[in-house]
Nanobody
Framework: QVQLVESGGGLVQAGGSLRLSCAAS????????MGWFRRAPGKEREFVAGISRGGSRTGYVDSVKGRFTISRDNAKNTVFLQMNSLKPEDTAVYYC???????????????????WGQGTQVTVSS
């Protein structure tokens, strides 16, 4: 069973950057499609970015396209979310998610994932 632990959150000014990491335990990480979600205060959890198990395919919510980049290093069992040009509306708790899928697909809805990290807070000040 793979377990997920996020890190890299924090407080940053608008226009700044942060890099989130999600470290996975277990030996089957490379067979997992991975994703990042976020939940802002008073809002539903939303999909942010996803990546296929090999990293060849990625997907993003429109609001972060061109600013955020998801990537993975299967040798290090880690998935990353590079966040640039941050805006106050990006403030949220960010969650890493995983689902074992051998097909090269990007999963974009929370119900498709069955592994979740504990979340890391990202706060963007104006």
């Amino acid at each position: 069973q793979v377990q997920l632990v996020e890190s890299g959150g924090g407080l940053v000014q608008a226009g700044g950057s942060l890099r989130l990491s999600c470290a996975a335990s277990g030996r089957t990480f490379s067979s997992y499609a991975m994703g990042w979600f976020r939940r802002a205060p008073g809002k539903e959890r939303e999909f942010v970015a996803g990546i296929s198990r090999g990293g060849s395919r990625t997907g993003y919510v429109d609001s972060v396209k061109g600013r955020f980049t998801i990537s993975r290093d299967n040798a290090k069992n880690t998935v990353f979310l590079q966040m640039n040009s941050l805006k106050p509306e990006d403030t949220a708790v960010y969650y890493c998610a995983g689902k074992q899928r051998y097909a090269l697909v990007v999963l974009t809805t929370s119900r498709e994932y069955d592994l979740w990290g504990q979340g890391t807070q990202v706060t963007v000040s104006s």
